[in-house]
């Protein structure tokens, strides 16, 4: 609570009619001033009718025989009206609106005892009045919206009550509707179990029948079918016998018609009376779909060492191409990259994999571990000496260069 000024710093209060008189609008700019020096009042200062007035409702304050109470508390003096000045003084709406009362109720009285004075112009109202008139337009303006918003509310609140009278009353038809619904469907359930009852029992007896009929015709159907069974079997047997003669002549007359063919493996063994790195061995490892490694500048060098290298390569490429697409092989030329132009041909053809090794790899090397990296039989054309010992090894045929040129014509 504010602290209590002094006698001397309060002046006197107004009469109980000027408080009572003055606008609603300015009183209602005064009420949560007065409620607040209401509250401040405590111990001996808050007499009964100090409670009885702190407890009632703001809108009682507003109007009406408890305002009437209000104005006689503050004009009787004493701590009520100490306590609502000094809330006067530290509110500056409540202040400013307080002077400008007193000043145009001295004014009005002053006016009213004194003789007219000679005609003068009418000062101008101040600004601090002006302001507060303007704000209490603006308070006016908005309670008006708040009643239409108010009586809107209400308005929409008994239709949602009318509206809701409505559905209760729906509701009501809806149940004794349900409990009518209800109890048909019961009925119809029991006369729906009697009546499933009385078929399933027609129908057990007449699956019971038909389950001995069933039987009879199994029995009868499998008679027929184990006797077709056996049928089938003696002549499935005898086409089997048959068939099987007819492989025999035939693998005999293979036997002796076929000429002797490659084992596949690694290495690839060859049949009796031919030789490996024979004309007849060679053109037995050219088989479809056998990798064929070829050892690039090895063959170039040694058969066509008066051209330069690019065109060794083209040449070998080639060759290559018509042996793929002639004999269906899958040949991969190894060239050493260190020995390449600064620009490395393309692959010449679709059919042949050329392979230029990374710097510090030699072709020898990338045969030897292309040939480690599967398991597939692979042909390792070359004429040095010691890759052929190192991929023989691991399980690869070697063919020579000249050989190789040989077999492909």
Sequence with gaps: MPEAPDAEQVP??????????LPTDAWAVLLPTVRAALNDLDGADATPAVRRLRAAPTG?????????????LFAAGGPAWSAFYRRLIADDDARLLAEAMRSETATATATATAAPPPRQPVPAPSADLERLRQRLREAREERDVLRRRLDGAE??????????????????????????ERARLADAEAERARVVARERRRAESGQAKLREELAAMRRADEERRIAERRAEERRRAAEAEAAQDRRERRRERERRSRPPRLVPGRPSRFPDGVMPGSPAGVEMLMHDGRLVLVDGYNLTRR????????????WLVQLLAAAALQRRIRPVAVFDGERASVARPAIASREVE????????????????????TDEPVVVVTDDRELQARVRVSGADVVGTTEFLGALG
């Design 303 to 314: 058969h066509r060492d008066h051209l330069d290298l690019e065109t060794q390569r083209g």
């Design 155 to 180: 308005s929409r609140a008994k239709r949602a009550e009318e509206a809701a009278e409505l559905a209760e009353a729906e509701i009501r038809e809806l149940r004794g509707d349900l409990a009518a």
């Design 354 to 373: 050329v392979r230029f090794t990374p710097e510090g790899i030699t072709a020898d090397d990338e045969i030897v571990l292309a040939v480690e990296a």
């Design 12 to 21: 006197p209060p107004p009469p109980a009619e000027a408080l009572v008189g």
């Design 60 to 72: 009682r304050l507003a109007g009406g025989r408890v305002r009437r109470e209000v104005c006689a």
